[in-house]
């Protein structure tokens, strides 16, 4: 058993749960246009499954960031 687990505030715990969350909208959110791209061929879903992974990439350097200065600080800000 993790003990920071044992020890997270409920903000901590809820913050956590949201940001995982939000990365799996924001996965689900392109599902439909991965297959219409990789399965049909359809160049405009290209064009939204860039415009998702570009999203999606800067959700993650946010998540990073955060994380960090968790690590750091020694709590979320």
Request: no cysteine; charged share 25%.
């Amino acid at each position: 058993m993790n003990t920071e687990d044992a020890t997270a505030t409920p903000d901590t715990t809820a913050q956590t749960v949201s940001r995982y969350e939000e990365l799996k909208a924001l996965v689900a959110s392109v599902e439909a246009d991965f297959a219409k791209f990789f399965g049909e061929g359809n160049k405009a879903a290209g064009t939204r499954v860039r415009a998702a992974m570009q999203e999606l990439k800067n959700f993650a350097q946010t998540v990073r960031t955060e994380v960090q200065t968790i690590k750091n600080d020694g709590k979320p800000s």
